[in-house]
């Protein structure tokens, strides 16, 4: 069995900053809406079988991405990525979104999201109450 380097020294956070963060060659071949396109789409495929520990390993990474980056420079690139996978994941499960997003705050925002468009979501999921609750609950 032959075993490539970059194989042997490649790490899950490494191949998810490949995902989240922009590859500004790729997006100048194919132009910026159609990467914004098949970036979001192999974010899905990679978060597609995620359960709930699955995305907090996710965020875990992605904090680790912002926290290793040069004067924090990829933040918003992993913060928008990040929030992508979450609408995708509201699209394709409501529960598990509203416990993910929950189990996130709960944690601390590790990945200081912006609350609007996220909250907005929420509450097309699971209502007014349910959201207000999850949005301003204690720790």
Avoid at 14 to 37: A, F, N
Wanted: hydrophobic fraction near 35%; include cysteine.
């Amino acid at each position: 069995m032959v075993c490539r380097l970059r194989d042997r020294f490649t790490n899950e956070t490494y191949e998810l900053s490949e995902l989240v963060l922009v590859d500004r060659h790729e997006r100048k071949e194919v132009g910026w809406q159609e990467y914004q396109s098949i970036q979001r789409e192999r974010l899905a495929a990679y978060t597609t079988d995620f359960d709930e520990s699955g995305f907090a390993r996710f965020f875990k990474r992605c904090a680790e991405i912002i926290r290793t980056s040069y004067c924090r420079q990829y933040e918003y690139q992993v913060q928008s990525s990040v929030v992508n996978a979450l609408f995708d994941l509201a699209e394709r499960d409501n529960a598990i979104f509203t416990i993910v997003f929950e189990n996130y705050l709960h944690e601390g925002n590790v990945l200081n999201l912006g609350p609007w468009a996220l909250a907005q979501k929420l509450i097309q999921v699971c209502g007014n109450e349910r959201s207000y609750d999850i949005l301003y609950s204690g720790d």
